[in-house]
């Protein structure tokens, strides 16, 4: 039923003489559903690591220990070959906001590992979030750009996210717990939707050998900000309640992503009549509906103490 009401809510001119939209939206739910599941697992281990590894590497020498980790990010590698491939056939616009599905999937999730059943508010809070994103995608009819920028314009592009990303790891430091865990949060969703533009680019560069894309520096690039996206991740799991974290990240990412595939890449969104409109209450009601999630009993389930 969410998979056809996408479909009908993402289907315009742009796609249809593209490449086909049912398998990218497709293989979107399927990275959302993998990124969900890795986030409830990783939380779960890193919240009992010792609090003076914070923002330390330390924190994945000790994590890589730990089975659970390790199954979360093995989800999160086929996550991410999920994401890559509908990059490949899909925009940015199209496919990240789609990922905001993540929190959708990592309820249930969490609600059976802590063996509870999902409230009356929860499935409301779900509802809304499909609903948001239904209505987005319907009003900005995302239409494919050129994956591919100016030098100039990719410099621009990493040093705006890697002082974001700094200010954010230097920022954590300083606040409370509940604060550090917002801070690392957005930081990551800033280093994820930088990720994810490095790989559409990655995947357009593959159309013409793999000779050739090794020669550039997009995938080297690429490998480096997926690290540094890692260790906040994880440091904004640990920081604090899953409840804080998961969602400012849910939403920074795809909100990132957006902007870069519009501001460097050229896609483009519907802007005539009241679609801006439209847009922007979606957008409202998908970061209401994540942020009611995320303050689910089962979100914020094996949250650090004092936090």
Known sequence: MVQALLLQAVEAPHHRGGPGLAPIVLLSLASAASYGLAAVLQHRAAIVTAPDLSMRAGLLLQLARR??????????????????????????ALVEPLLVLSLVFALPVAACLDHRRASSFEVVSTGVVVAGLAMFLAAARPGLGHPDASAEAWAVLTVVVVV???MAGLGARLRTRQRAALLLGAGSGLAFGYVAALTERTGHLLDAGVVHTLASWVPYAMVVAAVAALLLTQNAFKAGDLRLSLPTLTVAQPLVAVAIGLGVFGEHIDVRGL??????LGLALITLGVFALGRSPVIATGSAEGS
């Open 67 to 92: 089975p659970l980790w390790l199954l979360g990010n093995a989800l999160d590698g086929v996550g991410y070959l999920f994401q890559f491939l509908a990059l490949r056939r899909g925009s940015l």
């Open 164 to 166: 974001g990303c700094a």
């Open 275 to 280: 679609a801006p409109l439209a847009e922007g």
